[in-house]
Nanobody
Framework: EVKLVESGGGLVQPGGSLTLSCAAS????????MNWVRQAPGKGPVWIST???????FYIESVKGRFTISRDNAKNTVYLQMNSLKPEDTAVYYC?????????WGQGTQVTVSS
């Protein structure tokens, strides 16, 4: 059974930091590009970052310099380190695994940035 389980979300003040984790199982993690996608209240999903199978990283402009994506293939886990958080980062954050015709999603973790 394929599973992607996100964790690490929560309530943080503006300027604070959080690290999200996504633990994968049931597929060959190292062969998949891993993505983080977020969905703010009342809005559609937005791609924010990718780490590919060669560990090359890509970011949407609005999080460059603040967010860092990484992966640990030995632990089948992808991370999103989020610094200098802003209220507009408030969203449900989803982990996504992508390879060819296969695409898997986690259940999401809520991040709320508020004072």
């Amino acid at each position: 059974e394929v599973k992607l389980v996100e964790s690490g979300g929560g309530l943080v003040q503006p300027g604070g930091s959080l690290t999200l984790s996504c633990a994968a199982s049931g597929f060959n993690f190292g062969s998949y590009d891993m993505n983080w996608v977020r969905q703010a209240p009342g809005k559609g999903p937005v791609w924010i970052s990718t780490i590919d199978t060669s560990s090359r990283t890509f970011y949407i402009e609005s999080v460059k310099g603040r967010f860092t994506i990484s992966r640990d293939n030995a632990k089948n886990t992808v991370y999103l380190q989020m610094n200098s958080l802003k209220p507009e980062d408030t969203a449900v954050y989803y982990c996504n695994a992508d390879h060819s015709i296969f695409n898997y999603w986690g259940q999401g973790t809520q991040v709320t940035v508020s004072s």
